[in-house]
């Protein structure tokens, strides 16, 4: 790992990156952040349906411990107020499922504690609940955690910041918001798309799966207006344009291809404000549509319609009933 790269100031590394990028390291980051952010530590139980009141009391009195062992083997967070409720936290990325059966975990909890609950957090875009044996049964996906931090209440917060950032970059979190469509009508925006297979925004969250740029009038490019191609998202950073060369082995991530890297990386230094952060997402080479897809009107729910909202995502199932159409 490169801690700080050679003619640079300082390393752009945060203090999660230092855990690598495995199912490991992700599971330790979340449970180092909701043990030291109190905000972040509610925010969570809440989403998986228990009922605390929010006190510094009941946050002292929590204990949150990572790779517990037992004769059953080993839990990746294990959550606790005495007398009150019992997490066990597993989660898995990319494709890998939990390990063996889901019951052997039920002798495991702590029978005093009224709430037992087995949290499984994984890639898989589903979220469901159910009961074995008295336990509450939750499936969910690390991309509801991202839209749970990602709330602008959370966006003055650094560690939390500094988690998404980390979960974003090394883990190609893909959620529900699988085609973000945004107009384009500048000349540097859509050289931007054409040529360096970039698209730039200021600071968000959040991880769409493609890029549908809309082509206004105002830029009277040859393909008419609408959406003429979709791109996948191969990867999304936040970074100062300045330092882009610093990230070229995130970038390598994404695309094993230093062709297409170097491109990003030349396309990312053409960015003037070059004084502030901003969201990067670097794009696959873009696939022609066999018709342009146009803006209904009056609104439809689902679709896009008059001026796109920022962060505008459509499901490939509207998409696609258009492009059939």
Request: hydrophobic share 40%.
């Amino acid at each position: 790992m490169i801690i700080k790269s050679q003619g640079h100031p300082k390393s752009i590394l945060n203090k999660f990156d230092l855990l690598g990028n495995d199912e490991n390291a992700l599971s330790k980051a979340f449970a180092f952040m909701i043990g030291k952010e109190p905000d972040a530590f509610f925010a969570f139980i809440k989403n998986i349906g228990v009922d605390i009141r929010k006190t510094k009391k009941s946050f002292y009195d929590i204990s949150i411990v990572t790779e517990k062992f037992s004769d059953q083997g080993r839990v990746d967070i294990n959550i606790k107020l005495e007398s009150k409720f019992h997490i066990i936290v597993e989660s898995k990325i990319r494709g890998n499922r939990i390990r063996g059966q889901k019951s052997q975990y039920l002798s495991t909890f702590d029978q005093k504690c009224p709430v037992k609950i087995l949290c499984l957090i994984t890639q898989q875009q589903d979220i469901n609940r159910g009961i074995i044996k008295g336990i509450t049964l939750i499936n969910i996906s690390w991309f509801n955690i991202i839209e749970i931090y990602s709330d602008k209440r959370f966006s003055s917060n650094p560690l939390i910041q500094e988690f998404l950032h980390f979960t974003l970059k090394n883990y190609s979190m893909k959620d529900l918001k699988e085609i973000l469509i945004q107009d384009l009508s500048w000349d540097a925006e859509i050289k931007r798309f054409k040529k360096y297979r970039i698209y730039r925004r200021d600071i968000t969250f959040g991880s769409p799966m493609y890029f549908a740029p809309y082509f206004t009038s105002k830029a009277r490019q040859n393909e008419g207006i609408g959406i003429c191609y979709l791109s996948k998202i191969l990867g999304i950073l936040t970074l100062y344009p300045n330092d882009i060369n610093i990230y070229r082995e995130d970038l390598l991530r994404f695309c094993n291809d230093n062709k297409v890297v170097n491109n990003w990386i030349n396309g990312v230094k053409k960015i003037p404000g070059k004084n502030q952060p901003l969201t990067f997402y670097f794009l696959d080479e873009p696939l022609r549509l066999r018709r342009n897809l146009l803006k209904e009107k009056p609104k439809i729910k689902g679709w896009i319609a008059t001026r796109i909202p920022k962060n505008r995502c459509v499901t490939f199932n509207e998409f696609s009933k258009r492009l059939m159409a």
